[in-house]
């Protein structure tokens, strides 16, 4: 079975830096592009950001360029999202994903 298991999420004050890492496991991970998607509090998902399976090539939504890294460690089977500059809108359950499959979630709240 694919389980993905996000971490690192947490309570920040606005300005401040969080890395999330998300551990993979049922498929072959270097295989896939992996992507990070958020859902804020009574809104939709975002997707956050993304990267292809060698990690060569990524991809940001204009709301963190500039603020957010995605990288992955395929050895480790961990793709990691680096994020600084943290704004109240940052807030809300961050999902690793990889084709259909969502992980768990890890909340980040950013609060002053």
């Known amino acids: 079975d694919v389980q993905l298991q996000a971490s690192g999420g947490g309570l920040v004050q606005p300005g401040g830096s969080l890395r999330l890492s998300c551990v993979a496991s049922?498929?072959?991970?270097?295989?896939?592009?992996m992507s990070w998607v958020r859902q804020a509090p009574g809104k939709g998902p975002e997707y956050v950001s993304a990267?292809?399976?060698?990690?060569?090539?990524?991809y940001y939504a204009d709301s963190v360029k500039g603020r957010f890294t995605i990288s992955r460690d395929n050895a480790k089977n961990t793709v990691y999202l680096q994020m600084n500059r943290l704004k109240p809108d940052d807030t809300g359950v961050y999902y690793c994903?990889?084709?259909?499959?969502w992980g768990q979630g890890t909340l980040v709240t950013v609060s002053s």
């Open positions: 049922g498929f072959t991970f270097g295989s896939y592009d």
């Open positions: 990267t292809n399976s060698g990690g060569g090539t990524s």
């Open positions: 994903t990889v084709y259909t499959y």
